[in-house]
T-cell receptor, first 116, second 113 residues
Framework: AQSVTQPDIHITVSEGASLELRCNYSYGATPYLFWYVQSPGQGLQLLLK??????LVQGIKGFEAEFKRSQSSFNLRKPSVHWSDAAEYFCAVAPVRGGSNYKLTFGKGTLLTVNP | EAGVTQSPTHLIKTRGQQATLRCSPISGHTSVYWYQQALGLGLQFLLWYDEGEERNRGNFPPRFSGRQFPNYSSELNVNALELEDSALYLC????????????FGPGTRLTVT
């Protein structure tokens, strides 16, 4: 069964510092990969996605992620964090077209705190 | 373009009662997914509806059920509520274009007392 691991439960960074959130997945084949962000009490907003092609994908709000097949990883990065980036971040996977369904399997999330 | 909407925002029920949660997908989307986000358990897949049919369900008991209407909106019903059903219930919609990209609503916070 597919699984997603986000090894960091909570990360604290200073405003203006760089950020990297880790995500590893376990799946039979390369799945679709996503990063979502959730502000307190809110739904999930899609930051970026990887389906195929270029392994470095750009998303909204200045985020990017790099897919590394050899490491089964899809780490999220931002060069300079803003206070408004404080939220919980979820990595998710879904089977590629032809799979039984497109349900998302989520990691446990990483809570990001930004210090002024 | 209107996003996914869910109602109600908050719902307070007593153990043993039934809860009904509603979701309206983005216009043109035919698939609706339901997820439960319970404290300490993370986001778990509940149900998937497409073209009015239940396509898949997660590891939840039968008292979690739902349906999808001809206009693609969906309803999640939880019968015989238990305290551990307290959670944020998120609905997402997607189009059947093979990309698996899902758009989420703001959620319904269900509290069972």
């Amino acid at each position: 069964a597919q699984s997603v691991t986000q090894p960091d439960i909570h990360i604290t960074v200073s405003e203006g510092a760089s950020l990297e959130l880790r995500c590893n997945y376990s799946y039979g084949a390369t799945p679709y990969l996503f990063w979502y962000v959730q502000s307190p009490g809110q739904g999930l907003q899609l930051l970026l996605k990887y389906f195929s092609g270029d392994t470095l994908v750009q998303g909204i709000k200045g985020f990017e992620a790099e897919f590394k097949r050899s490491q089964s990883s899809f780490n999220l990065r931002k060069p300079s964090v803003h206070w408004s980036d404080a939220a919980e971040y979820f990595c998710a996977v879904a089977p590629v077209r032809g799979g039984s369904n497109y349900k998302l399997t989520f990691g446990k999330g990483t809570l990001l705190t930004v210090n002024p | 373009e209107a996003g996914v909407t869910q109602s109600p925002t908050h719902l307070i029920k007593t153990r043993g009662q039934q809860a009904t949660l509603r979701c309206s997908p983005i216009s043109g989307h035919t698939s609706v997914y339901w997820y439960q986000q319970a404290l300490g358990l993370g986001l778990q897949f509940l149900l998937w509806y497409d073209e009015g049919e239940e396509r898949n369900r997660g590891n939840f008991p039968p008292r979690f059920s739902g349906r999808q209407f001809p206009n693609y909106s969906s309803e999640l019903n939880v019968n015989a509520l238990e305290l551990e059903d307290s959670a944020l219930y998120l609905c997402a919609s997607s189009s059947w274009d093979g990309t698996a990209e899902q758009y989420f609503g703001p959620g319904t916070r269900l509290t069972v007392t």
